[in-house]
């Protein structure tokens, strides 16, 4: 990680905001690798569902997924999203009830796919995997508890702590010392995470734009100096 990022990653973390965007080097795991197979996963296709059975744990090797809840109305709410080296399916694997989310393609991916029973199994021989399942575990709860928090705190604060976020994430410094962040997303995907709804998003968003603390070029965000919007957000805190 650049000093870029762990700096933005710093910032937040001293503001107990966990990331919703998951990463690791598990996917560099010689030993998990040797007992996986390759599964393949077409955009905008489910791994599985709420609700399924599963007795599998999976990987990240390349690409991004989606992991949502959907309440009794359907209506959809964001856990969080998984990249290279983020393990999905531990829980509902380990203590064999219903998968509590769906996990959907955002591109298309492949995964290492180890059935829990063989995952034990290589548990018992490498106690040190078991550090791998805790880690990954253990970040889920400190983002659940982070999303607790934040969802009880105003909109604009919402959305520019998950716009730094991003730029620690996919943010690329360019030559003037601006930030573009390298994706595209929509205030509907945006509302969808943060627990709010894509008017007061878009409404936010509007005004970052129109006070020039953020700017839309080809579609992508561009933070003119991250410290004014780091700054924007101490003093709604």
Known sequence: MNDFCAELHSF????NYVSPWILSNQAQN????????ITTIKKKRYLFLQGDENHNVYIVRTGRLRIFYSDLSSMEKCIYIVEQGGMVGETS????????????????ATLFKIHIQDL???INLHPSLSLRVIESLNYKVRLLSSQMEYFTKSAPVRVVSTLIALCARYGAVQPDGSVRI??????????????LNRVTVSKVFSDLL????????????VVPKIDILKSYLDDRL
Do not use: K, W
């Open 30 to 37: 010689p030993i998990l690798a040797s007992a996986c197979s």
């Open 93 to 108: 694997a380990f203590d064999q009830a219903p998968n509590y989310a769906s996990a959907y393609a955002i591109t298309d």
């Open 12 to 15: 937040l973390n001293e503001r």
């Open 182 to 195: 390298s994706i595209r997303f929509t205030h509907e995907e945006m509302s969808n995470l943060i627990n």
């Open 210 to 221: 129109q006070n020039q603390i953020i700017t839309n070029v080809g579609g992508h965000i």
């Open 120 to 122: 034990m199994r290589l």
